[in-house]
């Protein structure tokens, strides 16, 4: 893997220079230690959500099925920024070999159109719970939801694998200063001293699919529940209906809004203070505010929650009793 993406690269350039977010001397430290915390925060959070869903039979539903998979890419995608942004806050720009650079760049737009592709199976979930009741558990049966599961993970590594042999295949000539926090698409391709068009095309039709697709699914699903909930005669099943959705739904928005944003025209455009403000948006922030908004109002991932803490209490107690 690193010989090839080392043979793709025709250029002298063996290693890229990231500068990182922008801070003074003086706050840096604090920058550094909140995004330690929110790093942290972040694992935490979804360690917990995919421990209740594995270990509580009552979860083992389509819903958290699904919301133990986000939470695993959640893990996953906050891990695969997070450690250059730290880095650069510690130690000034850093430093990051070719392949290196690439590998990163694999990772992180396989699991960002996972991500894409599993919001709209949730979205997909939601509609089905929702507007075909009685057909739920024909048609989010197990083994269409690990379908739904398989194709979202196996889609986002094609999807990588095309876009990042592309970028990788690039003549990079000089200079090679990215100021990025991480090797991002934009970025690299505004340091190629070679044609770019067929890149940029790759990456245009693969943000349609991707981004387009995946929005186009969750705004029908969403849209087919409001004209369903709308005329119900009982405001408490409006509510309770509503409530389902309105989590993921507000998560959507966050993340489809600033990632079409910045990813829909693949232009070469100059990599700006805001451009990675709203990098850290969507790979810091929402990572972080996810898990809190998708349980922040679920009855069963809180009783779920407390019988573990009630649980462990519980042993505790008798273990103190034993030995006294």
Not at 12 to 30: D, T
Not at 108 to 136: G, K, N, Q
Not at 266 to 283: F, G, M, N, W
Request: glycine content about 6%.
């Amino acid at each position: 893997m690193e010989r090839a993406l080392y043979l793709g690269n025709v250029s002298g350039v063996q290693e890229f220079i990231l500068l990182g977010l922008s801070a003074r001397q003086g706050v840096r430290v604090m920058v550094f230690a909140i995004f330690l915390t929110l790093y942290l925060l972040t694992l935490l959070e979804n360690a917990l959500i995919v421990f209740l869903v594995c270990s509580h039979t009552e979860l083992h539903k389509p819903m958290y099925f699904f919301l133990g998979n986000l939470s695993c890419l959640e893990m996953c995608y906050v891990s695969v920024t997070m450690p250059s942004l730290l880095a650069g806050l510690w130690t000034g720009p850093c430093h990051v070999p070719f392949p290196a650079c690439m590998t990163q760049l694999f990772f992180f737009i396989a699991l960002i159109c996972t991500e894409c592709t599993l919001l709209a199976s949730m979205a997909c979930d939601r509609y089905v719970a929702i507007c075909r009741p009685l057909h739920y558990p024909l048609l989010m049966r197990p083994q269409v939801c690990l379908g739904l599961a398989g194709t979202s993970w196996l889609g986002g590594l094609l999807v990588s694998v095309v876009k990042t042999v592309c970028i990788a295949s690039l003549s990079y000539c000089g200079p090679n200063v990215l100021n990025h926090f991480f090797c991002d698409v934009s970025p690299l391709l505004n340091l190629s001293c070679t044609h770019v068009a067929l890149t940029e095309l790759v990456d245009f039709l693969s943000a349609i699919v991707t981004f387009c697709g995946t929005l186009l699914v969750a705004v029908a699903s969403y849209s087919a529940i409001g004209v369903t909930v709308v005329p119900m005669p009982s405001a408490a099943a409006r509510r309770k209906a509503f409530s389902t959705c309105a989590s993921h739904l507000v998560v959507v928005g966050i993340f489809y809004s600033v990632a079409l944003f910045m990813y829909s025209c693949p232009s070469r455009v100059e990599s700006t203070d805001l451009h990675k403000l709203l990098s850290v948006i969507y790979t810091v922030v929402t990572s972080a505010c996810s898990p809190v908004v998708y349980c922040l109002r679920n009855r069963g991932v809180h009783a779920a929650l407390w019988r573990t803490l009630h649980s462990r209490k519980g042993s505790s107690a008798r273990t103190d009793i034993s030995r006294s």
